[in-house]
C-alpha cells in the first residue's frame, strides 16, 4: 500500500501575495523535499487549491477575511516557486473553503498506509483538511511534519499543532 503526500494551499498569495508572511517562503525547500522523497519512494503526492471566485468579497470567508487570494485564474491562486513544476500530473483539489470535500471523497475511495500534510496554513486548512483526513481513514496514521507548515506568527502555529496532536496527528520535526 502507498503512502501519500497532501500539499496544501503553498500557493502565492499564501506565500508572497495578499496573505503572503515571511515563514512561508522558507518552507519552499523543505516541502521541494519531500514531494521529491514521496515521489522517489513511487508514493503519492496530491495538491489543494484554495479557490476563489470573484465575488470571494461577498462570501462567508470574505466577510471574515476581507482580503482578495486565490482568485481562480490569477496569479495568486498559482502554486509557488518551484513547486509549481512539481505538481505537474498530480492530482490537484480546488477547494472554495478551508477543507476540501474533493480531497474527503478521493480518501474514502482511496487508503493509503499514511496521509502526511504539509503547506499553508497551519491552523487554518491544514488543520481542517487533517480532521478530513483522520474523518476518512480513521485507522490511517495523519502526519504533519512541523518543518513544512507554518501561520502567520508561531505561537498560534504551535497552539495547532498541539490541537492536531490532540487528536492524534503524528506531529513531526518539532
Known amino acids: 500500500m502507498k503512502k501519500l503526500l497532501v ?23 523543505a516541502i521541494i523535499k519531500k ?18 471566485g470573484p465575488d470571494y468579497l461577498s462570501t462567508q470567508e470574505g466577510k471574515n477575511l476581507p482580503v482578495e487570494h486565490c482568485i481562480k485564474g490569477t496569479d495568486g491562486w498559482q502554486l509557488y516557486g518551484k513547486v509549481a513544476a512539481l ?15 474533493s480531497l474527503y471523497k ?7 498506509e499514511s496521509i502526511e500534510l504539509c503547506g499553508l496554513v497551519s491552523n487554518i486548512c491544514v488543520v481542517s483538511n487533517a480532521v478530513l483526513a483522520k474523518t476518512a481513514q480513521p485507522q490511517t496514521p495523519v502526519l504533519v511534519d512541523a518543518r513544512c507548515t507554518a501561520a502567520l506568527d508561531e ?3 504551535e497552539k495547532t499543532l498541539d490541537v492536531m496532536a490532540g487528536f ?7
Open 87 to 101: 505538481a505537474e500530473g498530480c492530482q490537484k483539489f480546488e477547494k472554495e473553503t478551508f477543507g476540501s470535500d
Open 155 to 157: 505561537e498560534t502555529n
Open 106 to 112: 478521493y480518501l474514502k475511495e482511496n487508503p493509503y
Open 7 to 29: 500539499v496544501v494551499d503553498y500557493q502565492n498569495d499564501f506565500v508572497s501575495g495578499s496573505l503572503g508572511f515571511p515563514k512561508a517562503a522558507q518552507l519552499e525547500e
Open 168 to 174: 492524534q496527528v503524528q506531529i513531526m520535526g518539532r
Open 35 to 52: 514531494i521529491e522523497d514521496y515521489r522517489a519512494a513511487g508514493d503519492d503526492v496530491v495538491f489543494t487549491l484554495d479557490t476563489h
